[in-house]
Nanobody
Framework: QVQLVESGGGLVQPGGSLRLSCAASGSIFKIYAMVWYRQAPGKQRELVAAISSGGRANYTDSVKGRFTISSDNDMNTVYLQMNSLKPEDAAVYYC??????????????WGKGTLVTVSA
């Protein structure tokens, strides 16, 4: 019942910027956290940034100072502002959310991903 849909990916030159969005919909009781992951071909998926329902944000070291994660007040939409993009940032970016669809228990959900290409 829960769906996550990413948008905002595309082609950008090194040093450029993109803003990704992820919208959650469906049978949602509570969203505890929204997380951005990325995966390049042949690489394992890595956590990029996360934000909790309390507003605390965390980033992997490689994007600190360049990326900013934010969300709306109800946590249904999360954003990833990506500045000073490097070729190493090229990957499929996935939205992940920790969601309680019922009051009894929570689980994580994944979007299908949005492709970010960084190339001159």
């Amino acid at each position: 019942q829960v769906q996550l849909v990413e948008s905002g990916g595309g082609l950008v030159q090194p040093g450029g910027s993109l803003r990704l969005s992820c919208a959650a919909s469906g049978s949602i009781f509570k969203i505890y956290a929204m997380v951005w992951y990325r995966q390049a071909p042949g690489k394992q998926r890595e956590l990029v940034a996360a934000i909790s329902s309390g507003g605390r944000a965390n980033y992997t070291d490689s994007v600190k100072g360049r990326f900013t994660i934010s969300s709306d007040n109800d946590m249904n939409t999360v954003y990833l502002q990506m500045n000073s993009l490097k070729p190493e940032d090229a990957a499929v970016y996935y939205c992940n959310a920790v969601i309680a669809a019922t009051p009894a228990h929570a689980m994580d959900y994944w979007g299908k991903g949005t492709l970010v290409t960084v190339s001159a």
